[in-house]
């Protein structure tokens, strides 16, 4: 595409001064002025990038890109490590076979792939030139990403069903979680994220944005695209919010009573030792869960115009890379048995020999 030298004369200087530069058949073009550092013309040279999101992120910080890069690179590898560690244990070691593990194993995976959503584009934007994501990227990162989450919502919940069949109807329990069933259940809970995301994912998507392509944020998430329509996004909001309540709120109050059920339960048990295995088990579930659930409720059940930008992309990350990080060290890792089949699952498949 060639560019007159009016054209680059306005390029340049929309860096320092102008925040809205028109562009002949490509209506306006949003730059702002806290990425100067970043070339305007590179997106203009590009024909394709028209179409792409920029992606602002930390670019008003510079000084803590290399340090997030660094945060983030380490928490994608540990969440990487942990998550596989526990698939690779449950899927090796007989002593394992059992429902929770399983579901375990499914909420490992659902943070591998969660993480991987969106850190490694996190990576290459702090630190390459340019923050941008292609339209179809953007659109294929907020379906999976919405559907991974909406997924961990249902999964959480049938967790905790899982523990109070196993704690409240020990004699019942083989039969209650026979592994057709728990089958079932897991195939039903990713097919529900997956359907949810769809409709979640499309409010948001044909919105119009009227060429409005720059987001503060890191990654291609709904508040942060609402917030580039140039509608009334009232109805948009009001559908999301119902939809983000129905998905947290039913799981969360069914998990609160489960809960209830169990802790009347734990307390009639007269072994010490068994009474605290139940509760070491259900602590670490409670804690994933409240780690997941209050960040999430903070972003999606309130209207995106509600909150700043700031406390958008704390949350974000607090959801998308904290979360699926510790999840398996709260839940497993730190589990004695947990650890020493990882070790016999090393020695066994790879010959590595652990202390």
């Not at 429902?99 to 996190?122: H, I, K």
């Not at 999964?155 to 109070?164: K, Q, S």
């Not at 998430?221 to 109805?235: F, M, N, R, S």
Request: glycine share 4%; aromatic share 12%.
């Amino acid at each position: 595409m060639r560019i007159s030298s009016q054209h680059l004369w306005y390029l340049i200087v929309s860096g320092f001064l102008l925040p809205w530069i028109p562009i002949p058949n490509s209506g306006y073009l949003e730059v702002s002025a806290s990425i100067s550092p970043i070339s305007a013309n590179t997106w203009i040279n590009n024909q394709s990038s028209l179409n792409d999101f920029i992606l602002l992120g930390f670019s008003d910080r510079p000084w803590l890109e290399t340090p997030l890069f660094v945060i983030f690179l380490v928490a994608y590898l540990f969440a990487l490590f942990g998550n596989i560690s526990i698939i690779l244990v449950s899927r090796l070691d007989p002593q394992f076979d059992s429902p929770m593990y399983f579901f375990v194993s499914n909420l490992s995976l659902l943070d591998l792939c969660y993480t991987t959503s969106t850190v490694p584009q996190m990576l290459v934007n702090l630190r390459g030139p340019e923050k941008t994501i292609s339209y179809g990227g953007c659109v294929a990162q907020l379906y999976i990403f919405l559907a991974l989450g909406s997924t961990e919502c249902i999964l959480l919940a049938i967790m905790a069903f899982d523990r109070y069949a196993a704690i409240c109807k020990p004699l019942h329990y083989p039969v209650i979680m026979n592994q057709r069933r728990c089958i079932h259940m897991a195939v039903g809970t990713w097919l529900s994220g997956f359907a949810n995301s769809l409709v979640q994912s499309t409010l948001t998507v044909v919105a119009p944005r009227c060429g409005q392509r720059v987001m503060d944020h890191f990654f291609c998430e709904v508040p942060a695209l609402l917030k580039l329509a140039c509608i009334d996004t009232h109805v948009n909001e009001a559908e999301l919010s119902v939809l983000g309540a129905l998905l947290l709120l039913v799981p969360l109050t069914l998990i609160l009573g489960t809960y209830m059920f169990i802790a009347q339960a734990v307390m009639r048990i007269h072994s010490a030792e068994s009474r605290w295995k139940a509760f070491n088990t259900c602590a670490s579930h409670l804690l994933v869960v409240s780690l997941f659930y209050f960040t999430a409720i903070s972003m999606y059940v309130q209207p995106p115009s509600s909150y700043s930008h700031d406390r958008g992309k704390i949350m974000a990350l607090f959801y998308g890379i904290v979360t699926p990080t510790l999840n398996p060290f709260i839940y497993t890792l730190r589990n004695k048995d947990v650890k020493a089949a990882l070790r016999r699952a090393l020695t066994k498949e790879f010959g590595v020999k652990t202390r």
